[in-house]
Nanobody, 139 residues
Framework: QVRLVESGGGSVQPGGSLRLSCAASGFDLDAYAVGWFRQAPGKEREGVAC????????YYTNAVKGRFTVSRDDVKNTAYLQMNSLKPEDTAVYYC????????????????????????????????WGEGTLVTVSS
């Protein structure tokens, strides 16, 4: 069974740090890019960071650039999101996701994170989402 399981969330004060993990099972993560998304209460899900497969190039949205670092350990079939200098506006449920291979195309998770997906396919509906992990930043 193909699964992604997020963990590592918690409650921290502003300025604190957390490290989230995304453990893959049922498939080899090394063939896929991994994206991190978040959904705050009452808001739409948004991408924040991604890491490509093979070359490990990364992308960050402006909201987290310079504070978050995405990485991966393909031996452990796991990706990570190191979050530093956390702000109250980072409070959200965080999810990880991968590319979605379809019969005639692949939806790139990094394109979705960057807001540049041009496939016209509903990534958020087609994706297999885990339960996420809650991050709360509050004093």
């Amino acid at each position: 069974q193909v699964r992604l399981v997020e963990s590592g969330g918690g409650s921290v004060q502003p300025g604190g740090s957390l490290r989230l993990s995304c453990a893959a099972s049922g498939f080899d993560l090394d063939a896929y890019a991994v994206g991190w998304f978040r959904q705050a209460p009452g808001k739409e899900r948004e991408g924040v960071a991604c890491i490509y497969s093979r070359d490990n190039m990364t992308y960050y949205t402006n909201a987290v650039k310079g504070r978050f670092t995405v990485s991966r350990d393909d031996v452990k079939n796991t990706a990570y999101l190191q979050m530093n200098s956390l702000k109250p506006e980072d409070t959200a449920v965080y999810y990880c996701a991968t590319d979605i291979p379809l019969s005639t195309m692949t939806i790139s998770v990094c394109a979705v994170v960057a807001g540049e997906d041009a496939t016209g396919r509903p990534y958020y509906e087609l994706g297999s989402w885990g339960e996420g992990t809650l991050v709360t930043v509050s004093s």
